[in-house]
Each structure stands twice: as structure tokens, then as C-alpha cells.
């Protein structure tokens, strides 16, 4: 399942730099995070980085985009091989 960053978010810039697949970036108010690029960190960490950073917890699940860790794992190996 991807996540998501709520209206809590403070723009405190931290999370950005922490996703290894750019899935998030600077939205019109907030961040965003793209849910085709967002594997939960899978591949590549044990948790996902952006929501060990985040000092207001608002990374949450995104409920709308349901995936189950062999999607995540897929979906980690087309954006790793497409970066090749």
C-alpha cells in the first residue's frame, strides 16, 4: 500500500530526501507522495524512512491504493531497473 502525507504536514522538508524512489516531492500546499513510485521502502529498508523522520507522524497509509508486499517488492524492482 502506498502512503500518504495529511494536512498535518508542516513542511518541515525532512522527508523529502529520505525516499530512495523521489516518490515525494512539494505539492501546491503540502507534500505529496506519488503512489506509483512509493513501495513503502521495501528493497530498500525494513520501514519506511519517511515516516521515521516525520516529527508530526502524518504519513500515513493511503487506503486507496491497496498493495501487498510481493506488489511493493515488484513495484521496487520496475523503478530499480528502470534507473539502470
Known amino acids: 500500500m502506498a502512503l500518504r502525507i495529511t494536512d498535518e504536514c508542516i ?26 513510485r512509493c513501495t513503502e521502502c521495501v528493497g530498500h529498508f525494513d520501514e519506511p524512512q519517511c515516516q521515521v523522520v516525520c516529527p508530526v507522524e502524518c504519513i500515513v ?3 486507496d491504493h491497496p498493495e501487498d508486499q510481493d506488489a511493493l517488492l515488484a513495484k521496487y524492482r520496475q523503478l530499480t531497473a528502470a534507473a539502470e
Open 11 to 36: 513542511n518541515c522538508d525532512v522527508c523529502e530526501p529520505q525516499c530512495p524512489n523521489n516518490a515525494i516531492s512539494m505539492g501546491a500546499e503540502i507534500y505529496e507522495i506519488e503512489p506509483s
Open 61 to 63: 497509509f493511503d487506503l
